[in-house]
C-alpha cells in the first residue's frame, strides 16, 4: 500500500482532500452546491479535450473548468445560478463525451476521468496537483474573511466592505482552481462528494468558523486516505469509497448532532 | 411634489429642523427603479445622538430609502452626503431585516460580530485579545453577552437583532440604519429592542435611521420622524409630522390621526374620500436638478 509507485496516489489524494476541505466550507455556507457539481463536469471535459491533443489532463480540466465558471457568471449575474448552471453543465458534459469519442485510449480515460482512479495519478503528475492546491489554499485564506461576511451577513457586510460581484468572481476562480486539482484525482463524479459532504458533516457539529474549515479538512482527509487503503486493498475503484464516505460521515454527523441536541 | 418639513415650509434646508449638524443629510432625492417611480423629493437629515423613525405602509419605499442612504441604490435624482459620517472609521453600518439570518449559520454571535469589525479586510480573523475584548464589549452593550457563544441561528428574534445591532456597532460607525428591527417580534421584544436603540443613539453618540410600519413602539425613543407615502416624504418631530392635516396632504386623501392612551393610531380613509390637494411646491412638469452621488 505504502510502495513507491502509491506515492503519486498518497501525495496527490492529500492535497486534494485539504482543497476540497476547505473549498468546500464556503461552497456549503453559500449554499453554492449546484456549482460545486457543475464545475466538475466542465474540468472532466476540459481533461478529455487535453488527452485528444496530449496535453497534460490538468491543464485541460483547468481550462475547461475557468470557461464553465465564467459562464455561470456571466448567465447568473442577476443572481440565481441554477439555470445558468444546468446548461453549462450539459454542455460541458457534451464536449465532454465528444472529446471521448475522438479520443483513441477510450476506456481507461473515461472511468478514471469521471470516477477516479487508484493509480491514475504518478508522481510526475504530482508538482502540478500540489501547486494548485496550495494557490486555492492561500486564495482561500485571503478571502476568508470576506467570503465568510458577505455569506453570512449579504448587504449588511457591503456597505463596509467589498463589492459582492467581486467577492462572488473571485469565489468562483477558487472553485475553479479546486476542481482542477481535484478531478484528475478523484473523478468528476465524485469531486462534488469530496467537496460538499464534509463541509457539511461539519457544519452541522462546528460553531466557529476556524474551526469549522478544520474539521471540513480533517473529515475530507479521512474520506480519502481510507478510499485510498480499502482501493488498494480491495482494488475497487477509489471513487465508490471517497462517495460512500461522504454519505458515510454526513450521516453519522446528523445523527451525532441529533443525540446533541 | 416633494418632501416638507412638517413644522413649515421654510424649513426646506434640512438642517435647519436639527439642533446639531447632521452626519449625513439626503437632499431632494427622488429613485426610478426599473422605469417605476419608487420615491421622489425626499430629504432629510441624521444627527448624532439621535432616532430617526422612517415610518411608512408596507411598499412605500422604506427599504429603498434605506439603500440609498446606505449607498447601495443610486438615487435617480438629488443627492446624499455622507461626508460627516465618512469622519467615524465606522462610517456606516446597516442592520437588514432579521429573517436574512440562515437558521443553520454555522456562526456563533460572536464570529458575526467579529466580522463587523474586520469582515472587508482579507485573512483570516486570527482571534487575538484586542478583537476579543472589542466583541466581548459591543456584546455586552447591547445585552447580547449571555448567548455570545450560541449559534446564531438557534436564538430568538430578538436576540438576533442585539446581535445584528452588535454587530453593527462593533466598528463605532457614525450611522446605523435598520430595517424593520420590530418586525416579528412579541411586544416585550419590540419595546427591548426599542429602548436598546434609544440608549445605543444616547450613548455613543450614533445617528440611527430605523425603519418601521407602526410608528407607536419607536414613540418614546424616537427624536424625528420620516413619514413616507406615496412615494413623497415629510420629515420632523413626531408632533410635527403625525398630525391628521399633514398626512392627510402627504397621502393626498383624508387621513385621520388619534392619539389614544399614548399611543397613535394613523387611520386612513378610503379612496372614496379623497381630497384633492394641489402640489403647492413644485409647478408641473419642473423636474428638480438632477445631481448623481458620489
Known amino acids: 500500500m505504502f510502495a513507491s509507485f502509491m506515492a503519486g496516489t498518497w501525495i496527490a489524494g492529500s492535497a486534494v482532500a485539504v482543497v476540497a476541505g476547505v473549498v468546500g466550507y464556503f461552497v456549503v455556507l453559500r449554499g453554492e452546491t449546484f456549482a460545486a457539481h457543475a464545475l466538475p463536469q466542465g474540468a472532466f471535459a476540459g481533461a478529455a479535450g487535453a488527452a485528444v491533443l496530449g496535453l497534460s489532463p ?6 475547461f473548468s475557468l470557461l464553465g465558471a465564467v459562464v455561470i457568471a456571466l448567465l447568473g449575474r442577476r443572481g440565481r445560478h441554477d439555470v445558468a448552471a444546468a446548461l453549462a453543465l450539459v454542455l460541458l458534459l457534451a464536449s465532454g463525451a465528444l472529446f471521448l469519442g475522438l479520443s483513441t485510449s477510450y476506456a481507461p480515460e473515461v472511468f478514471s476521468l469521471l470516477f477516479g482512479q487508484l493509480l491514475g495519478v504518478g508522481l510526475g503528475d504530482t508538482p502540478a496537483i500540489v501547486a494548485v492546491s496550495l494557490a486555492c489554499v492561500l486564495l482561500a ?3 476568508f474573511r470576506p467570503l465568510l461576511a458577505w455569506s453570512a451577513l449579504g ?7 467589498r463589492r459582492s ?16 486539482a481535484a478531478v484528475p484525482v478523484v473523478g468528476a463524479f465524485l469531486m462534488f462528494s469530496l467537496v460538499s459532504a464534509p463541509a457539511a458533516a461539519v457544519r452541522l457539529l462546528a460553531r466557529s468558523p476556524l474551526v469549522g474549515v478544520a474539521g471540513s479538512v480533517a473529515v475530507a482527509l479521512g474520506i480519502v486516505w481510507a478510499s485510498v487503503a480499502l482501493g488498494y486493498l480491495t482494488s475497487w475503484p477509489i471513487g465508490f469509497f471517497v462517495g460512500a464516505g461522504g454519505a458515510l460521515s454526513y450521516g453519522v454527523a446528523r445523527l451525532v448532532a441529533r443525540v446533541r441536541s | 411634489m416633494r418632501s416638507e418639513a412638517a413644522g413649515g415650509r421654510a424649513a426646506g434646508s434640512g438642517g435647519a429642523a436639527l439642533g446639531r449638524p447632521p452626519v449625513l443629510s439626503v437632499e431632494d432625492v427622488g429613485v426610478v ?11 432629510f437629515g441624521l444627527a448624532p445622538g439621535e432616532v430617526t423613525g422612517l415610518i411608512g405602509p408596507n411598499g412605500a419605499g422604506k427599504t429603498t430609502v434605506l439603500r440609498v442612504v446606505l449607498g447601495l441604490v443610486r438615487p435617480t435624482s438629488g443627492l446624499v452626503r455622507r461626508e460627516g459620517a465618512a469622519r467615524r472609521p465606522g462610517g456606516l453600518a446597516y442592520v437588514p431585516q432579521q429573517h436574512l439570518v440562515d437558521a443553520e449559520l454555522p456562526l456563533r454571535a460572536r464570529d458575526l460580530v467579529g466580522l463587523g469589525l474586520d469582515g472587508h479586510r482579507l485573512g483570516i480573523p486570527l482571534p487575538t485579545r484586542r478583537r476579543r475584548e472589542l466583541v466581548d464589549e459591543a456584546l455586552e452593550r447591547v445585552g447580547a453577552a449571555g448567548f455570545a457563544d450560541d449559534r446564531i441561528g438557534r436564538l430568538s428574534g430578538g436576540q438576533q437583532q442585539r446581535v445584528l445591532l452588535a454587530h453593527a456597532l462593533v466598528a ?23 429602548e436598546l436603540l434609544g440608549r445605543v443613539a444616547a450613548e455613543h453618540e450614533v445617528a440611527v435611521l430605523v425603519s418601521a410600519h407602526d410608528v407607536n413602539p419607536l414613540l418614546p425613543v424616537m427624536s424625528r420622524v420620516v413619514y413616507l407615502a406615496e412615494g413623497r416624504a415629510v420629515w420632523g418631530t413626531t408632533e410635527e409630522v403625525v398630525r391628521s392635516e399633514v398626512l392627510t396632504r402627504l397621502y393626498r386623501h383624508h387621513v385621520d390621526v388619534l392619539r389614544v392612551h399614548g399611543r397613535i393610531l394613523v387611520v386612513p380613509a378610503g379612496p372614496a374620500t379623497r381630497v384633492d390637494v394641489p402640489d403647492p411646491d413644485r ?6 436638478g438632477v445631481e448623481q452621488v458620489r
Open chain 2, 172 to 194: 463605532r460607525p457614525a450611522v446605523v440604519v435598520l430595517d424593520e428591527p420590530l418586525a416579528n417580534l412579541d411586544v416585550r421584544s419590540e419595546q427591548e429592542v426599542a
Open chain 1, 141 to 143: 485564506g485571503a478571502l
Open chain 1, 165 to 180: 460581484a467581486a467577492v462572488e468572481a473571485a469565489f468562483l476562480v477558487l472553485l475553479t482552481l479546486a476542481t482542477t
Open chain 2, 33 to 43: 427603479l426599473g422605469g417605476r417611480l419608487i420615491v421622489e423629493g425626499v430629504r
Open chain 2, 283 to 288: 409647478p408641473p412638469g419642473s423636474d428638480g
Open chain 1, 155 to 161: 448587504d449588511a457586510s457591503v456597505v463596509r466592505g
Open chain 1, 58 to 63: 490538468v491543464l485541460g480540466a483547468g481550462a
